[in-house]
């Protein structure tokens, strides 16, 4: 019973629902983080948090005398040591802001998940002492954070994921393109977005980011019911973008859209990891716990 208890604040603060109850984005950067980490420290992943920053896991060819026996005793995993330069990354998160992205079938929206994803992760790079930035983009570019490391920078990020607004069409790739034209120093990508868009310019433009020497990866935002298709009657649908509607039997049509949504996720999934990007597909029901731990991951591998 007291294990049980012990855990609900961790669970609690990754809920995307009680996470939109928090009263500022910096309340609900710091909730998510720590109640990752907590869940981190209890996990058999590391068997710590608080100095997760200092260490990476152990890859063939690393010196065996940097070995960490304590953390080793601790975790029953090999950890070597980060040194200072392993430490610092220039990190950027690109948000969609399109106006897809303001879709919601429940209490949260894919733009109040990626807000939330992406003050989370500024989090965790500043936890990191890694430089970050933050792009929000439709069409074109709206709100351009630079990278940046000295105090306050973090706050001026987590200001601008407050102050963000629905925009206009996608363009997912103009703003890719755009970053990876304007790129002077290698770094970490994290593109936060439904991807609604076409497929064939996004991973284009995504593989424009991995040549120039980033390490990126995707966090495909969707709604459940983008997947499910919960929809029986017959009942109009607009495009939230255009503008365009369309009345139709939604149960008629269910089984054909729910194969092109998965269609569309397998072929970024397979795509992106055959161009060596890493892929996460979330949805906007589930605890932010999952595009934390992927992030680590990609991390620790730089």
Not at 110 to 122: H, M, N, V
Not at 265 to 279: N, P, V
Request: net charge neutral; glycine share 8%; proline share 3%.
């Amino acid at each position: 019973m007291g294990a049980a208890a012990t855990d609900r604040p961790a669970l609690g603060c990754l809920d995307p629902e009680v996470v939109a109850n928090l009263g500022s984005m910096e309340l609900r950067a710091r909730a998510v983080v720590e109640g990752f980490l907590l869940g981190l420290h209890r996990s058999p992943w590391t068997g710590f948090s608080a100095e997760f920053s200092e260490y990476r896991q152990y890859m063939p060819g690393d010196d065996l005398s940097s070995l960490d026996w304590k953390v080793y005793g601790r975790s029953d995993r090999f950890y070597v040591k980060r040194f200072e330069e392993e430490t610092n990354v220039d990190c950027r998160i690109l948000l969609d802001v399109s106006a897809s992205m303001s879709y919601r079938s429940g209490a949260v929206s894919k733009l109040q998940y990626g807000s939330y994803l992406a003050a989370a992760l500024a989090w965790l790079m500043n936890r990191q002492r890694d430089a970050v930035g933050l792009l929000t983009f439709d069409e074109w570019v709206v709100t351009n954070v630079p990278v940046g490391a000295r105090p306050g920078h973090l706050r001026r990020i987590l200001v601008a994921l407050e102050q963000i607004r629905i925009g206009r069409r996608s363009n997912v790739s103009q703003a890719l393109n755009a970053l990876a034209a304007a790129m002077r120093r290698r770094g970490m990508v994290a593109l936060i977005s439904d991807l609604l868009d076409d497929p064939d310019a996004v991973v284009a433009g995504l593989k424009h980011l991995k040549f120039r020497g980033s390490e990126v990866i995707v966090f495909h935002v969707l709604d459940p019911a983008e997947l499910q298709f919960p929809f029986e009657r017959a009942t109009r649908f607009q495009d939230l973008e255009t503008g365009r509607e369309v009345t139709t039997v939604a149960g008629e049509i269910r089984d054909g859209y729910v194969r092109e949504m998965e269609r569309m996720a397998a072929r970024y999934g397979r795509d992106l990891r055959l161009a060596g990007i890493e892929y996460c597909r979330v949805q906007t029901v589930q605890p932010l716990d999952g595009a934390l731990r992927e992030y680590l991951a990609t991390r620790s591998r730089r």
